[in-house]
């Protein structure tokens, strides 16, 4: 079981709706981590949270949102999204976003656009 | 250019058939390596950490070990449960401290 709870765990949505995923992690990290993976290919950066500000944003679109309300918790909000978007998204998280120790993942979100 | 290659693409191994599969990479100021285990579906599942060269980590099957250009994950006597794609990643930088993700390797163990 991972340490890091990503709901819900499939998502289906129309183009113009509005949805969000959720993060939460309990292990006491101050840096968290939104990735979006394709089938059979690596994890790509999307956005970084450190002590709840955004640090990174690796020049994704606006129709992305993210959020991080507390320590624990991290959200996605979607708006708009194009068949595209559909893929996994992953939440990590770890220590501290400058420390040397390991991402740990929680185990997605399968997102499906119709 | 700040690169990491994982190699084989996919292997097929016989149960009990050992291997290795490589993880090379071209970067500036290495501060970690991590492998990661990913089944169908769910997320990478953290593995192990290599921070210098000549670092060695073993768990059950897996053996991962680390020089100044690449890391080898030897799969002992694998058994069916370890089919799964297997994802080095590695860390970087000062400041700036960035992820790099491999290609994975696709690990398929008949019985």
């Known amino acids: 079981d991972t340490e890091v709870t990503q709901t819900p765990k499939h998502l289906v949505m129309g183009m113009t709706n509005k949805k969000s995923l959720k993060c939460e992690q309990h292990?006491?990290?101050?840096?968290m981590y939104w990735y979006k993976q394709k089938a059979k290919k690596p994890p790509e950066l999307m956005f970084v949270?450190?002590?709840?500000?955004?640090?990174i944003n690796e020049s994704v679109p606006s129709r992305f949102s993210p959020e991080c309300p507390n320590s624990s918790l991290l959200n996605l909000h979607l708006h708009a999204l194009q068949p595209e978007d559909s893929a996994l998204y992953l939440c990590?998280?770890?220590?501290?976003?400058?420390?040397?120790?390991?991402?740990?993942f929680g185990d997605g979100t399968r997102l499906s656009i119709l | 250019e700040d690169q990491v290659t994982q190699s084989p693409e996919a292997l097929r191994l016989q149960e009990g058939e050992s291997s290795s599969l490589n993880c090379s990479y071209t970067?500036?100021?290495?501060?970690?390596l991590f492998w990661y285990r990913q089944d169908p579906g769910k997320g990478p599942e953290f593995l192990f950490t290599?921070?210098?060269a000549g670092e060695e980590k073993e768990k059950e099957r897996l053996k991962a070990t680390l020089t100044k250009k690449e890391s080898f994950l030897h799969i002992t006597a694998p058994k069916p449960e370890d089919s799964a794609t297997y994802l080095c990643?590695?860390?970087?930088?000062?400041?700036?401290?960035?992820?790099?993700f491999g290609t994975g390797t696709l690990l398929a163990v008949q019985p």
């Open positions: 990590a998280s770890r220590p501290r976003a400058n420390s040397n120790q390991p991402q740990h």
């Open positions: 292990m006491g990290h101050r840096a």
């Open positions: 949270y450190s002590y709840e500000k955004l640090s």
């Open positions: 970067v500036s100021g290495l501060r970690g």
């Open positions: 290599l921070y210098s």
């Open positions: 990643a590695v860390l970087y930088g000062g400041a700036t401290n960035k992820l790099i």
